[in-house]
């Protein structure tokens, strides 16, 4: 009996199968008309880029899993085999449209998981480290910089060096070199008039009223462009504003050349270093375990540089941001952010009571800011390539 048991639930599965591939089949082919393609099938190659262009509509319009898209990639071979046409995803080479585009998805799906976005209460035990600590510590200086980050969502090498002795410098072809991470010269402080702060000490602080940032060399290409944020009057202790002055002062107090990264702290033998993702990850995950104790090792080792990008990201667009805005606001280079968006607690817990409660968290932690998109400027392609995370 156990054997016709087994028997049966096989037949359902297979049949279920079947059910899938049809109904993927049915979304390919109603897709086609919708682009006015008469036949869905063919032999002409240029079917390749149909199925090609098929599967990146529906990764970004459902923001769907790499496996997902594979599926509807290998229905869309059935349907093109029962037809005795050639299949259009041919995953054994490599310079094929789907195989790549699926390949790419893939790649991305495994750097997000290994990131996760940082939580209030990190961000709250990191602020209780910076208290306790050397105003040049580093507890100090990367509770300076997530101020800013959960603003900006700036990529690491924005801030941030590779090592903590040598500078990160990129190279155009042409020769030209360019400092990766801010220097002074890149942030302009304004006080409450609207007027420009040229003498810089402690006692600006209670005259500030926003910072402009330039950003001379990123990954999109948009060199050159800037974003203004707003003093938060109402949170003064996790204001931006605040931050980015204590990172500019402390440039200065530590003695860091005009054409120097800010990113710097004094270690616990007493020599200046430089910040750096490794550094970052180490104070993260320190303030990480004492704030969700119960977190695996796992999960901890989520949390790095690069979870302040992801929160960033995460706070907007639980704040209600559309995916444009999202986009723009992060000067993000591709689709990939959406990767970071499937699983965050709102997205997964859609009652209206929790959703409205941590709106008003998301708003807070924002403040003024929520609005600010940077500048449009046109693309640099004379840079060569930069290499880093989205």
């Known amino acids: 009996m156990g054997h016709l048991v087994d028997k049966e639930m096989s037949r359902s599965k297979i049949s279920a199968s079947h059910e899938t591939t049809r109904f993927r089949q ?17 032999c002409d190659i240029g079917y390749k880029r149909l199925a090609g262009l098929f599967i990146k509509d529906l990764i970004l319009k459902n923001n769907c899993r790499s496996g997902t898209a594979r599926g509807y990639a290998d229905s869309v071979n059935d349907l093109f085999a029962r037809r005795d046409f050639p299949i259009p995803a041919e995953f054994s080479d490599d310079f094929n449209i789907v195989a ?39 507890a100090s200086v990367v509770f300076d910089w997530f101020c800013v980050i959960r603003i900006l969502g700036l990529r690491c090498s924005e801030y941030a060096q590779t090592t903590q002795v040598r500078i990160d410098i990129h190279e155009y072809p042409s020769g030209k070199k360019v400092t990766k991470a801010f220097i002074r010269e890149d942030w302009t402080f304004y006080d409450q008039h609207g007027r420009i702060i040229t003498a810089h000490s402690e006692d600006v602080f209670d005259l500030l009223g926003k910072c402009r940032v330039i950003f ?6 948009q060199n050159g462009q800037k974003i203004t944020f ?9 204001c931006p504003v605040r931050a980015a002055y204590r990172i500019y002062l402390r440039s200065i107090r530590l003695e860091q050349l005009d054409d120097e990264p800010m990113g710097v702290f004094i270690n616990k033998s007493g020599a200046k270093k430089y910040l750096t993702g490794n550094k970052i990850a180490d104070i993260l995950q320190k303030v990480a375990r004492i704030a969700h104790p119960d ?36 000067r993000w280079l591709g689709e ?55």
């Not at 707003?230 to 996790?238: E, K, R, S």
Request: proline share 4%; charged share 25%.
């Open 26 to 42: 049915a979304i390919y082919i109603n897709w086609c008309g919708d682009m006015f393609v008469s036949d869905p099938c063919g």
């Open 100 to 138: 790549k585009l699926i390949s790419n998805l893939k790649k991305e799906e495994d750097v997000a998981k290994q990131r996760s976005p940082l939580t209030a209460a990190i961000f709250a035990s990191l602020f209780e480290m910076a208290q306790a600590s050397h105003q040049d510590s580093d």
């Open 216 to 221: 001379r060399i990123q990954k999109n290409r």
């Open 230 to 238: 707003t003093f938060d009057a109402c949170h003064p202790a996790i």
């Open 295 to 330: 977190w695996t090792k796992e999960e901890i080792s989520k949390i790095s540089s690069h979870s302040g990008r992801v929160w960033a990201l995460v706070l907007i667009d639980e704040a209600g941001k559309s995916p444009t805005f999202v986009k723009s606001r992060l």
């Open 336 to 390: 990939s952010f959406r990767l970071y968006l499937r699983d965050t607690a709102i997205i997964i817990a859609q009652h209206n009571d929790a959703l409205k409660s941590a709106s008003k968290r998301m708003l807070a932690l924002l403040g003024e800011n929520l609005n600010t998109l940077p500048n449009v400027v046109p693309l640099d392609n004379d840079m060569g390539n930069l290499n880093e995370y989205d």
